[in-house]
């Protein structure tokens, strides 16, 4: 079945760095955008990246603008979201999701989400 | 970048009730809109994609309905499952965003 499984989430300090994970499964990730969403405690969704199929269009949120990069493998069917210089403002959890349609990085909605992982930014 | 506002942000029912959800952007988006419910501790659950396309899988008793910059979530008779929180989402332009929330409680 089509799986999202997020990784790579804990406790770090302000300033420090974090690499999350999504693994990817039950279908053809290479040919999929793909998006990292995140939600701080007890509030709404924010989207914060995407990536095209093949890496070569990227978006941001301004929120994480400079300070995050989204990437992938396709050979391992992985979507990576690097996080450096957290702010506590960064605590949340993260989503990736799979849009509804193939190739397109535009006009889909998200059909297919993680459980997320949980990234902690205290001292 | 485009804002998204919904209303309210907390709906009181009972179940059989019929309940409506708004929601809108601050500038045109066509039909560029998905809705989604979320319950404590879960992932978001897709539900409906431009504006009023139910996805597979998801009760008959869920509508989506606008476009534009206005968006309606109807569900036609509430059932104790629905009890949730329900996000609307625009995926007109980047970067994509979210209204605030829409909290549906047990009256």
Known sequence: QVQLVESGGGVVQPGRSLRLSCAASGFTFSSYAMHWVRQAPGKGLEWVAVTSYDGRNIYYADSVKGRFSISRDNSKNTLYLQMNTLRAEDTAVYYCARPEGVLRVYYYAMDVWGQGTTVTVSS | ?107
């Open chain 2, 1 to 107: 970048d485009i804002q998204m506002t919904q209303s309210p942000s907390t709906l009181s029912a009972s179940v059989g009730d019929r309940v409506t959800i708004t929601c809108r952007a601050s500038q045109s988006i066509s039909s560029w809109l998905a809705w989604y419910q979320q319950k404590p501790g879960k992932a978001p659950k897709f539900l409906i994609y431009k504006a009023s396309n139910l996805e597979s899988g998801v009760p008959s008793r869920f509508s989506g309905s606008g476009s534009g910059t206005e968006f309606t979530l109807t569900i036609s008779s509430l059932q104790p499952d629905d009890f949730a929180t329900y996000y609307c989402q625009q995926y007109n332009s980047y970067p994509y965003s979210f209204g605030q929330g829409t909290k549906l409680e047990i009256k």
